[in-house]
């Protein structure tokens, strides 16, 4: 069974949006929070944001503060990134995770979805 599924991704043009989602099985349901990772090619896997299901607060790194935002939808069981004033370094497979406990560790989440490209032209 799939428990995360993200989709959404694609090739933009630099300054340009794009919406992930992020679906998540109701047997993540114990799992409060949901991060958001990427990776690009020959990099480690990098912590992008976060929101916790109860309450909705964010968390972000530094590099997309401002230009991201992550939202959700409770009823839908659906995690949102907005991305926008995307840059080529932007690029990478971008994945969701939920976890217990809010953290920017990916090796601290439970489970993970397979991840969908951003791919961002200069």
């Known amino acids: 069974q799939v428990l995360l599924e993200e989709s959404g991704g694609g090739l933009v043009q630099a300054g340009g949006s794009l919406r992930l989602s992020c679906a998540a099985s109701?047997?993540?349901?114990?799992?409060?929070?949901i991060g958001w990772f990427r990776q690009a090619p020959g990099r480690e896997r990098e912590f992008v944001g976060g929101i916790r299901r109860s309450g909705g607060s964010t968390d972000y790194a530094a590099s997309v503060k401002g230009r991201f935002t992550i939202a959700r939808d409770n009823a839908k069981n659906t995690v949102y990134l907005q991305m926008n004033s995307l840059k080529p370094e932007d690029t990478a497979v971008y994945y969701c995770?939920?976890?217990?406990?809010?953290?920017?560790?990916?090796?601290?989440?439970?489970?993970w979805g397979q991840g969908t490209q951003v791919t961002v032209s200069s």
């Open positions: 995770a939920a976890a217990g406990l809010p953290s920017s560790r990916w090796s601290t989440y439970d489970y």
């Open positions: 109701t047997r993540t349901k114990s799992n409060t929070y």
